[in-house]
């Protein structure tokens, strides 16, 4: 079981320039969801899919922000032109959701996103 | 609304039992979540429960859920150093959505 793989764990970066984040979810979960994290708070819901469908958005997902999953599989978010307060880490998590169960989400390790 | 609440820090003896609280508001929420974070680490899914049953046990893990005041607490029996972390509370919204609590930092003193 090889769990939620984010890459990369760590981006700093300048203000302005474009960012990309990747997650794996667990293998046979079709669920993928992305949270932002600040410090000294709990994760804030972004977007999720299922399966390649994005069905919800947060209106905390500006457009400068665009998440995808292709082919159901792995998960990219984009920030353009980064603002000093897109620092933050960024959760990816998954699901099975399908059953009882679906909503039952596990996370990864998280990318720390410091933007100078 | 969506809002979850907890204590910001709990200080516990090692040996000693733990115990977290947390309200939230959404009375159709189908489950509520503990999970754990270390420093600089993701949320470890510790344990969850069914709005239907009113205590799980998992281990040194106890969840109980007071439906109507919409109370969620964990019991962690038996603190180790190990479990010295940030414990969030977490409600479903929804079939997709978990709103968190800003978490209760736990330290745990020889």
């Known amino acids: 079981d090889t769990g939620v793989s984010q890459n990369p764990r760590h981006k700093i970066t300048k203000r302005g320039q474009n960012v990309t984040f990747r997650c794996d979810p667990i293998s046979e979960h079709n669920r993928l969801y992305w949270y932002r994290q600040t410090l000294g708070q709990g994760p804030e819901f972004l977007t999720y899919?299922?399966?390649?469908?994005?069905?919800?958005k947060s209106r905390l997902l500006s457009d400068r922000f665009s998440a995808e999953r292709p082919k159901g599989s792995f998960s990219t978010l984009e920030i353009q032109r980064t603002e000093q307060g897109d620092s933050a880490m960024y959760l990816c998590?998954?699901?099975f959701g399908q059953g009882l169960d679906k909503n039952i989400q596990y996370f990864g390790a998280g990318t720390r996103l410091s933007v100078l | 609304g969506e809002d979850v609440e907890q204590s910001l820090f709990l200080s516990v003896r090692e040996g000693d039992s733990s115990v977290i609280n947390c309200t939230y508001t959404?009375?159709?929420?189908?489950?509520l979540y503990w999970y754990k974070q270390e420093p600089g680490a993701g949320l470890q899914l510790l344990t969850y429960?069914?709005?239907?049953?009113d205590m799980k046990q998992d281990q040194r893990l106890t969840v109980l859920l007071n439906k109507k005041d919409k109370h969620l607490s964990l019991r962690i029996a038996d603190t180790q150093t190990g479990d010295s972390a940030i414990y969030f509370c977490?409600?479903?919204?929804?079939?997709?959505?978990?709103?968190f609590g800003a978490g209760t930092t736990v330290t745990v003193r020889a």
């Open positions: 959404d009375s159709s929420s189908t489950y």
């Open positions: 998590a998954s699901s």
């Open positions: 977490a409600e479903s919204i929804g079939d997709y959505k978990l709103s």
């Open positions: 899919f299922q399966n390649e469908a994005q069905l919800e």
């Open positions: 429960i069914f709005s239907n049953m």
